[in-house]
Nanobody, 122 residues
Framework: QVQLVESGGGLVQAGGSLRLSCAAS????????MGWFRQAPGKEREFVAA????????YYADSVKGRFTISRDNAKNTVYLQMNSLKPEDTAVYYCAAGPYAVVVPRGYDYWGQGTQVTVSS
């Protein structure tokens, strides 16, 4: 199995930045595509960004395109989500996930972290 632990969440003002980290352990990290999802209270878990296991191609939801950047460091078994120009509507619990392919649906991933809270104040 793969164990995933997110960190880096917190409270920031609108327009600020945060960098989330997801540290992986267990099976070979570089063999998995990685995704970031978020879930606000009362809403469905939604896709944010993904990166492939092979050449590192990236994919983003329209709502975060141009503001968020996903990256991975296979040597450190870590995936990152750099979040800039944060908006109050970005407030959610953010989850990282690992799976065989970079897809946009939660059910496409096999392993999940516990989540980290991101709160953006007005």
């Amino acid at each position: 199995q793969v164990q995933l632990v997110e960190s880096g969440g917190g409270l920031v003002q609108a327009g600020g930045s945060l960098r989330l980290s997801c540290a992986a352990s267990g099976r070979t990290f570089s063999s998995y595509a990685m995704g970031w999802f978020r879930q606000a209270p009362g809403k469905e878990r939604e896709f944010v960004a993904a990166i492939t296991w092979s050449i590192g191609s990236t994919y983003y939801a329209d709502s975060v395109k141009g503001r968020f950047t996903i990256s991975r460091d296979n040597a450190k078994n870590t995936v990152y989500l750099q979040m800039n120009s944060l908006k109050p509507e970005d407030t959610a619990v953010y989850y990282c996930a690992a799976g065989p392919y970079a897809v946009v649906v939660p059910r496409g991933y096999d392993y999940w972290g516990q989540g980290t809270q991101v709160t953006v104040s007005s």
